[in-house]
């Protein structure tokens, strides 16, 4: 499948790590924006200031969440690659689900393994949505004829005669 094809392994665990830590202080942030805004005193200048306060101070702490979720999660993606020798769906899906359990592991097994499904439904969901997306736009360009940049290369129509350039033109005249 050519969605695998991704940069090799000790790269992708700091790809995504960056990446994971960059959504959860974007998202973070605008979340944080609002609930400052809205838990503010009343006034323009309170809410302002509330909002830009609480997103300094939680939204690294969101983007750093996500960084751990991010790196542990291609770290053990990594491993499956190596040990399965393959890379495909299951892998995600396994490392979702062991990546659930470990960040729970504090909170006993019971926790773990209300984690580790979670994860692993999670990106059964997720993987699932990319594969039905893929083949349904596999399907849409199935149908449609190939791309032609020159309509002096199609052949010509019955009883017709074929443009100048064409093989064969001077048999026509």
């Known amino acids: 499948m050519e969605e695998y094809a991704r940069e090799p392994c000790p790269w ?4 995504d ?11 973070g942030g605008v979340f944080q924006a609002i609930k400052g805004f809205r838990n503010a ?5 309170h809410r302002f200031r ?10 690294p702490q969101i983007g750093g969440s996500f960084a751990v979720w991010g790196g542990l999660f291609s770290t053990i993606d990594c491993g499956l690659v190596r040990l ?16 659930g359990a470990v960040l729970a592991a504090r909170s006993g097994p019971l926790a773990m393994v209300g984690s ?3 994860g692993g439904i999670l990106l059964a969901l997720i993987e699932g949505v ?3 997306l893929t083949r349904y736009t596999a399907q849409q360009f199935r ?17 017709s005669a074929p443009p100048p350039g064409y093989p064969g033109y001077g048999q026509y005249q």
């Open 12 to 15: 992708r665990i700091v790809d």
């Open 17 to 27: 790590c960056g990446g994971a830590f960059t959504m959860g202080v974007i998202g």
């Open 41 to 45: 005193p009343v006034g323009i200048r």
């Open 50 to 59: 509330g909002s830009i306060s609480a997103v300094r101070i939680r939204a």
């Open 84 to 99: 399965r020798g393959k890379e495909d769906p299951w892998n995600s899906i396994t490392s979702g689900a062991l990546t």
């Open 116 to 118: 580790a499904m979670m």
């Open 130 to 132: 990319g594969i039905l």
């Open 143 to 159: 149908n449609t004829p190939p791309f032609i940049e020159d309509p002096g290369q199609l052949p010509p129509k019955e009883g």
